[in-house]
């Protein structure tokens, strides 16, 4: 004959164990949605920066097969008195140039010129080197005669995809979006190793398919890099 009370017990017992076993499950639903949450944000903002980099990646690694065909321009005028005045004023405190030289510059010979832009200062000319994604320029004025001279020279556009995945002359904003970028590519992949890890028990080939991953690489890296 078996004790009610005892019944009553384990009956409340095994209840207790069901509602546990039910909020570990709601919360690992619940962490299981958070984490493909972010792991399809952070895949939407990313998708686009993901393929400009690995196009960019292999056009990088194949740069000596990509031929490209850069193209000069050059341009010569001669700047007005007021300019000259302006930019010998300048001169002592070896800054930028000044804005009246950068406004003649952009209106009448269309040549921008950063504000910040370093000058190169010397006895009878400003010369303002003038970089950019895929491109080298300058522009070099004699103070003495007036005599402006421009030259820049484009690579193609494979040559600026390739200076905006290094980073190279793209500014301060686009560095801030690669630091951006950075962090969220980070997210999906490490969002992407949750969910990995979460449905890894009925995917048994999971981990071997991530060993494999690194692996791969850190042998190429031990056994042909030197």
């Known amino acids: 004959m078996t004790d009610p009370a005892a019944d009553v017990a384990q009956a409340d017992k095994a209840l207790a ?30 998708l686009v920066g993901m393929i400009l980099f690995a196009v960019t990646g292999f056009t990088l690694n194949h740069a000596r097969q990509i031929e ?53 200062w010397s006895e009878s000319e400003a010369y303002v080197s003038l970089p950019g994604p895929g491109r080298d320029g300058w522009v070099s004025i004699d103070t003495e005669s007036g005599a402006v001279e421009y030259e820049s020279t484009s690579r ?28 969220g590519t980070i997210i999906f992949c490490v969002t992407g190793l949750i969910l990995l ?18 692996l791969i690489p850190f042998l190429i890296a031990l056994l042909f890099i030197h």
């Open 156 to 183: 193609g556009w494979i040559a600026y995809l390739n200076d905006l995945h290094k980073g190279r002359n793209t500014g301060v904003v686009w560095s801030w979006f690669l630091d951006i970028f950075a962090a």
């Open 197 to 214: 890890w979460l449905h890894a028990h009925a995917r048994r080939t999971t981990w071997p398919f991530v060993g494999l991953g690194l």
């Open 17 to 46: 164990e069901k509602a546990k076993a039910k909020r570990r499950a709601q919360r690992r639903a619940g962490f299981l949605r958070e984490t493909v949450r972010w792991h399809w944000i952070s895949a939407a903002i990313c």
């Open 68 to 120: 490209a065909k850069p193209v000069t321009v050059t341009r010569n005028g001669e700047a007005p008195a007021p300019v000259i005045a302006a930019i010998d004023a300048a001169r002592p405190a070896g800054g930028a140039l000044p804005k009246a030289a950068t406004d003649w510059l952009g209106k009448e010979m269309k040549i921008k010129v950063p504000a910040a832009a370093s000058v190169e």
